[in-house]
């Protein structure tokens, strides 16, 4: 059971627009910044979206990050296959001895 | 370039030891934090443990408390995690990651490929 809750699935048609939440609290969202990751079929994961909304250098502007108190989304327009991934939220959490949590990923397919 | 390259990963029984090792390169390796997180087979991220830039702090999470030890040798680049006492629940590709941190951000900018463990006897 992940401190941070994400949809298990989401799909959308190429070209099309999709969003995937992630859940948490006060502890951790509500207080924290939230990072995103994708991760491609076979492959380590990958930071896409940092500091809520901010994206590292090569990532392209489809990926957009947002936070509103407790939860964090992702959104992604233009879908392409390649964006075919799991993609997995996480932040600071306060309340435990942990240092970074997860959310339980989502996994993407494009139609 | 920046590049995380994990090695030591295998095939031990429960109850043995195991020491995963990550070499780091491409940038200063001393005034960065670093992580192991891990995945289960068909399973999400699971993050294992943390050391700071200063070597000293060290947390870990509740499941691998006492019986793992992350560290670091500056020297030589490199990050290590000595894992004792393997469980069949252990069983995972363990990645090593860059930390970036300030007082409400954290987050992995550079993982390295991995290395599984598979524990079973």
């Known amino acids: 059971q992940s401190v941070l809750t994400q949809p298990p699935s989401v799909s959308a048609a190429p070209g099309q627009k999709v969003t995937i939440s992630c859940s948490g609290s006060g502890f951790n969202i509500g207080n924290n910044y939230v990072s995103w990751y994708q991760q491609l079929p076979g492959t380590a994961p990958k930071l896409l979206i940092y500091?809520?909304?901010k994206r590292p250098s090569g990532i392209p502007d489809r990926f957009s990050g947002s936070k509103s108190g407790t939860s964090a989304t992702l959104g992604i327009t233009g879908l392409q296959t390649g964006d075919e991934a799991d993609y997995y939220c996480?932040?600071?959490?306060?309340?435990?001895?942990?240092?970074?949590?997860f959310g339980g990923g989502t996994k993407l397919t494009v139609l | 370039q920046v590049q995380l390259v994990e090695s030591g990963g295998g095939v031990v029984q429960p109850g043995r030891s195991l020491r995963l090792s990550c070499a780091a390169s491409g940038f200063t390796f001393s005034t960065y934090g670093f992580h192991w997180v891990r995945q289960a087979p068909g399973k999400g991220l699971d993050w294992v443990a943390v050391i700071w830039s200063d070597g000293t702090n060290k947390y870990y999470a509740d499941s691998v408390k006492g019986r793992f030890t992350i560290s670091r040798d500056d020297s030589k680049n490199m990050l290590y995690l000595q894992m004792n006492s393997l469980r069949a629940e252990d069983t995972a590709v363990y990645y090593c990651?860059?930390?970036?941190?300030?007082?409400?951000?954290?987050?992995?900018?550079?993982w390295g490929q991995g290395t599984l463990v598979t524990v079973s006897s």
């Open positions: 990651a860059r930390d970036v941190r300030s007082s409400s951000s954290n987050y992995f900018d550079y």
């Open positions: 996480g932040t600071w959490d306060s309340s435990l001895s942990t240092d970074v949590v």
């Open positions: 500091d809520n909304n």
